[in-house]
C-alpha cells in the first residue's frame, strides 16, 4: 500500500509503470525501486534460499546485502537498488539464479582514468558539508555517492533538527537540510557529483576503483580522500530473526519516507536509541500502528524527548526487555519478548506476545569505514568525517564533515588558517552524549501566557533562544547542552503567545499555557506533525504528560496549521489548571493496539541464524568456538559464514559478539580479513565492458559479461 498523504512530505508520483511479479501484473512508478513497487503491492516474499528453503525479503534496502535479490529481465538485481522499469519481468529467486549466457564477448573500452584533488566517498551530511568547504576554495573535488539524490540519511528525516541554529541548521528538517546542501554544492564549479555510482575498492596503487551510474568503471586517482559513507545498522540474533518483516530502521524509513510505502500495519521496535525512537515517530506519522519498543538497558539510550515523544503519543516503551523471537509462517505474524535480569539474560515468566507485521530492529550502528583503513595501509592520505568516523548524531556529521574539508585544504596547502577553536569544541559539544536530568521546578505564574519546558535533559540544543523575539528563553551560550530556562518573570517582561518556540522546538517539547481567557480552564498549545484533518475542533483526546502518563480528557478548541509553521499544525486545548502545565502530548492511538496477545506463542523454529546469507547458525558457529576455533577466517571456510553477498558486513559483529559471550577475549580472536572489493560487481566491468543491465544485445534484452 502507498501513502496518499503524509502531514511533512509531499505525495508526489511520476508517470505509472507496468510490470509484472510471478506472472501478475502490477504497478510501479517512474524512479521508484522494485523493492518499493513490490512492497507497495502487498509482496514481503522475494524468493527462497537455496540452502534451507526459508523466505527472503528485504533486510538493509542500501544495497549492502543480497536478501532482496530477484530476477529482472532475465538479470539478478538487488530490487532495492534496481529501478522498476515499463514491461519489466521480476521473478522470485529460487535455488540459485542461473547466470546470463554470453551470446559473443562485449566490445572493451579504454579504462578510464580521473585525478582530481580530494575524493569524497559519500553525499551524507559529512560529505557535503566538507565539499563546500573544499569547493568554496577552490579545491577540484569528486564526490561519488551510490544514490540518485545526494543527502543520505538526512533525506529520511521529516523531524527538525537539533544542535546549534546556527552551526548546523538546528530547528530545520532533515529532509530540507539535504535539500540546502545540495543545492549549496551543485553551485561550485570546483565540485563534480556522480551520483548512482558505487565506490568498489581501494588499492595499494592509491586508485579507487569507481561504478560510474552503475554502467562503466573508472579510476580514481585523489591525492586525499575522504570517506564519508555514514554507518550500517548491527543486527540481532534470535529465533525467527531473518523471516521477511524483521529489518532495520534505515530500511524502513527507506520505504516510508522515501519511496512513500506503507511498509507496514502493525510495528515493533527492538532498541530504544535515537534511530529506534525517530523511527517509531516516523511509522505514526504515516499512519502505522505502533504496538510497542523493548529496550534491554534500564533506560532509552536516546534523547529523552525522543523517548517521551512516542510515549506521549500512547506507545508502549518496556525497558529492560529483550525480544526472544519473531514468529510467523513466511512472514512476521508476532513477537515475543521478555524482561531481563542484571546480566541481560530472559527472566522466566515474564513473556510477552504481541500480534505485529514487522519487527524493527535498532540497536546501534557500526561506521562503514573499510575505504579508510584500506587507505592508510595502502599510504593514501585519508580522512573519516561523519559515523565513517564516529556514531553520533546528523548534526554532528556536518559540522565533522566542515571540520575535515578545513583540515584537508590545510593539507593541499590552499589554506593557511587552523580549524578555529570554537569549531573544535561546537564539534565535541554535537556529538556529546545526553548529560545530567533537571527536572525543571514548577511555574508558580497563573496568569498571562507562560511557556512550559518538557524537555529535562542536557542534549545539544538552542533553537529556541534564537527565535524567542523578546529573547526571553535563555541557554548557557558557552554550552548549548545546558536545559533552557525562561527569563519573563526576571526581566519583568511577558510573553507575547507567539508561539515561534513551539514550532522550532526539535523534541516537539515546548508548549503554552494561556491564562488570559480561563484561568481555572486554560488553552494548552503544543506542536502537532500529524495531518490537520485528523484532529477536528470539539473533539475529545486523552491527554497525557511527557512520561506518557495518562491526564485524562481534554477539548481541542483550535486546529491551526500555519503557514510558517513549516508544515506543523498548532492545537489548542481547553484543559484543567491542575494539569495544563504538566500536558505534553494527546493519545494518537487506541489503547488496545498495544494490548499483548492472551497467550505467549512458541517459535515455529528453533535456530538462530547468525548468517543471513549462508544461513549459519549460531549453534554451529558456538560449536566451533568450543572445540577451540579463534579465527572467523577458519570459520568462514568450516560453515561459509561471511562467504555471502554482503562480505560478512552482517555477520562479523554477530560471531565476534558470539565469542564475547563464550568468555574468549578480543585479543584471542583473529577478524575477517576484508575482501578487495567492498561491493559485488560484474567481472566483465574491470574489462571496460558494460554492465549486463546497459547492453541491449544480451538475450534478456540486456546483457553483457558474465560475470
Known amino acids: 500500500m502507498r501513502l496518499s498523504e503524509h502531514p511533512i512530505l509531499a505525495v508526489e508520483r511520476k508517470g505509472s509503470i507496468r510490470f509484472t511479479f510471478r506472472g501478475q501484473e502490477l504497478t510501479g512508478y517512474e524512479g521508484e525501486t522494485i523493492s518499493a513497487a513490490l512492497y507497495a503491492a502487498g509482496v514481503r516474499v522475494f524468493g527462497h534460499h537455496p540452502k534451507d528453503g526459508s523466505p527472503q525479503g528485504l533486510f538493509c534496502a542500501n544495497g549492502q546485502c543480497a536478501q532482496c535479490m530477484v530476477i529482472a529481465d532475465g538479470e539478478p538485481v538487488k530490487s532495492c537498488m534496481a529501478l522498476v522499469k515499463e514491461g519489466m519481468v521480476v521473478e522470485p529467486v529460487e535455488g540459485l ?8 564477448p562485449p566490445p572493451l573500452q579504454e579504462m578510464e582514468e580521473v585525478v582530481v584533488e580530494v575524493l569524497i566517498i559519500g553525499g551524507g551530511p559529512a560529505g557535503l558539508s566538507a565539499a563546500l568547504e573544499l569547493g568554496r576554495r577552490g579545491v577540484r573535488t569528486l564526490l561519488v555517492d ?23 541548521y538546528a530547528g530545520t528538517r532533515g529532509t530540507d537540510i539535504a535539500t540546502r546542501l545540495e543545492r549549496s554544492v551543485a553551485e561550485l564549479e570546483a565540485v563534480e557529483v556522480w551520483p548512482n555510482s558505487t565506490v568498489l575498492g581501494v588499492y595499494s596503487d592509491e586508485v579507487v576503483g569507481v561504478l560510474k551510474g552503475d554502467s562503466r568503471y573508472v579510476q580514481v586517482r585523489p591525492k586525499v580522500l575522504l570517506v564519508a559513507c555514514g554507518a550500517r545498522e548491527r543486527s540481532l540474533t534470535f529465533v525467527g530473526n531473518t523471516l521477511p518483516g524483521v529489518y532495520g530502521a534505515g530500511a524502513f524509513q527507506t520505504l516510508v519516507n522515501r519511496d512513500l510505502v506503507k511498509a507496514a500495519d502493525r510495528l515493533f521496535i527492538v532498541g530504544g536509541g535515537n534511530v529506534g525512537l525517530i523511527a517509531g515517530y516516523h511509522a505514526l506519522q504515516a499512519g502505522i500502528e505502533v504496538v510497542g519498543l523493548c529496550e534491554a538497558m534500564a533506560e532509552c539510550t536516546g534523547y529523552k524527548v525522543h523517548r517521551d515523544k512516542l510515549a506521549r503519543f500512547g506507545v508502549p516503551i518496556y525497558t529492560s526487555h529483550t525480544v526472544l523471537s519473531a514468529q510467523g509462517d513466511g512472514r512476521v505474524e508476532s513477537v515475543t519478548i521478555a524482561a531481563v535480569d542484571d546480566r541481560f539474560q530472559p527472566v522466566p515468566g515474564t513473556e510477552r506476545s504481541f500480534a505485529c507485521d514487522t519487527l524493527l530492529i535498532a540497536v546501534g550502528l557500526d561506521p562503514v569505514d573499510e575505504f579508510y583503513h584500506a587507505a592508510k595501509r595502502y599510504g593514501l592520505p585519508a580522512y573519516s568525517a561523519g559515523d565513517a568516523q564516529e556514531i553520533a548524531e546528523a548534526s554532528a556529521a556536518i559540522f565533522s564533515g566542515k571540520v575535515a574539508g578545513l583540515e584537508i585544504a590545510r593539507e593541499l596547502g590552499v589554506e593557511e588558517e587552523d580549524v ?18 533537571i527536572a525543571p521546578p514548577p ?4 496568569w498571562g501566557v507562560v511557556p512550559i519546558f518538557h524537555c529535562s535533559e542536557e542534549i545539544p540544543c538552542n533553537p529556541c533562544t534564537s527565535v524567542c523575539p523578546q529573547e526571553l528563553i535563555h541557554i548557557d551560550p558557552a554550552d548549548i547542552r545546558k536545559v533552557p530556562e525562561y527569563l519573563g518573570g526576571l526581566l519583568g517582561e511577558e510573553c507575547l503567545g507567539c508561539e515561534q518556540c513551539v514550532v522550532v522546538c526539535p523534541g ?6 494561556d491564562y488570559r481567557q480561563e484561568p481555572v480552564q486554560p488553552t494548552v498549545t503544543l506542536a502537532h506533525e500529524f495531518s490537520a484533518g485528523s484532529v477536528s475542533v470539539g473533539q475529545e483526546m486523552m491527554a497525557l504528560d511527557e512520561e506518557g502518563a495518562l491526564l485524562g480528557p481534554v477539548e481541542v478548541v483550535e486546529v491551526n496549521p500555519i503557514p510558517r509553521g513549516d508544515r506543523t499544525v498548532l492545537l489548542k486545548l481547553r484543559a484543567p489548571a491542575e494539569v495544563a502545565t504538566r500536558l505534553a502530548g494527546v493519545q494518537v492511538q487506541d489503547a488496545w493496539t498495544s494490548e499483548p496477545l492472551p497467550e505467549v506463542l512458541e517459535p515455529l523454529v528453533d535456530e538462530q541464524v547468525v548468517c543471513r546469507c549462508e544461513r549459519v547458525t549460531a549453534g554451529e558457529v558456538r560449536d566451533l568456538i568450543r572445540r577451540g576455533y579463534r579465527d572467523m577466517n577458519e570459520i568462514k571456510a568450516v560453515t561459509r559464514a561471511g562467504m555471502g553477498a554482503c562480505g560478512g558486513k552482517t555477520c562479523g559483529t554477530l560471531i565476534a559478539r558470539l565469542f564475547r559471550e563464550e568468555g574468549v577475549t578480543e585479543e584471542d580472536v583473529v577478524r575477517f580479513i576484508p575482501r578487495p572489493l567492498f561491493v ?14 546497459d547492453d541491449p544485445s544480451s538475450p534478456s534484452g540486456k546483457g553483457g559479461s558474465p560475470s
Open 443 to 446: 511555574p508558580s505564574d497563573r
Open 508 to 513: 516537539l517539547a515546548i508548549t503554552l499555557v
Open 420 to 437: 578555529p577553536a570554537e569549531w573544535v569544541r561546537m564539534a565535541e559539544v554535537l556529538k556529546s552524549k545526553p548529560g545530567a536530568r
Open 97 to 104: 539464479p542461473e547466470l546470463p549466457s554470453a551470446t559473443s
Open 146 to 168: 551510490d544514490k540518485h539524490r545526494l543527502g543520505g540519511k538526512l533525506v529520511l528525516q521529516t523531524h527538525r533538527f537539533f544542535g546549534s541554529i546556527d552551526a548546523v
Open 680 to 693: 559485488e560487481v560484474p567481472l566483465g566491468v574491470f574489462a571496460g565492458g558494460t554492465t549486463p543491465s
